[in-house]
T-cell receptor, first 112, second 113 residues
Framework: EAQVTQNPRYLITVTGKKLTVTCSQN?????MSWYRQDPGLGLRQIYY???????DKGDVPEGYKVSRKEKRNFPLILESPSPNQTSLYFC???????????FGPGTRLTVT | GQQLNQSPQSMFIQEGEDVSMNCTSS?????WLWYKQDPGEGPVLLIA?????ELTSNGRLTAQFGITRKDSFLNISASIPSDVGIYFC?????????????FGQGTTLQVKP
């Protein structure tokens, strides 16, 4: 089954404790992205990647890092999480030449 | 950054009614996408539009890519309770095939049986 998976689905952590949210897709897609969703603000892009070792900032990249060492994986790293990063996070992927993005199930992060 | 203005923000309608929502921007877009998000789930693609003036249907859903390339609308006919959710528009800016999509703020739809 074609899908985008994220782990963990739920995470509660404390300020300053480094964390990684994993994202994996099995569709051999070139493009992958991370979004955060906050009430009233819709989906805002954090980072995106056009292929292995090619990443770029989205609209709200501050406080986040990403890496794309393999085509299927695109982890999101919060080196020093803060409470304003409490949000619902989505990973997405799409194939080259098409704009239809497929989203993962989401990771709800709470930073206290 | 770039913004899409999506309206209305929320709708509460009776089952069987038709629904219309739209997105506008001051920028030109290459592509318009419409997504639906159910509670606790990720957004699911409903319709993709690639050409100005294009009108595309998916069951009871119809979407159009505006002639000016700065707007798009989504219509849902004969709404049913499972249409409940948040609907998002998203646009791809020119010039090219990058990974960047801009999303609207979403329209929350509630359907009364």
């Amino acid at each position: 089954e074609a899908q985008v998976t994220q782990n963990p689905r739920y995470l509660i952590t404390v300020t300053g404790k480094k964390l990684t949210v994993t994202c994996s897709q099995n569709m051999n897609h070139e493009y992958m992205s991370w979004y955060r969703q906050d009430p009233g603000l819709g989906l805002r892009q954090i980072y995106y990647s056009m292929n292995v070792e090619v990443t770029d900032k989205g609209d709200v990249p501050e406080g986040y890092k990403v890496s794309r060492k393999e085509k299927r994986n695109f982890p999101l790293i919060l080196e020093s999480p803060s409470p304003n990063q409490t949000s619902l996070y989505f990973c997405a992927s799409r194939g080259g030449g098409l704009y239809e993005q497929y989203f993962g199930p989401g990771t709800r992060l709470t930073v206290t | 950054g770039q913004q899409l203005n999506q309206s209305p923000q929320s709708m509460f309608i009776q089952e069987g009614e038709d629904v219309s929502m739209n997105c506008t921007s001051s920028s030109i877009f290459n592509t318009w996408l419409w997504y639906k998000q159910d509670p606790g789930e990720g957004p699911v693609l409903l319709i993709a539009l690639y050409k100005a003036g294009e009108l595309t249907s998916n069951g009871r859903l119809t979407a159009q890519f505006g002639i000016t390339r700065k707007d798009s609308f989504l219509n849902i006919s004969a709404s049913i309770p499972s249409d409940v959710g948040i609907y998002f528009c998203a646009g791809q800016l020119p010039p090219g095939n990058t990974g960047k999509l801009i999303f609207g703020q979403g329209t929350t739809l509630q359907v009364k049986p």
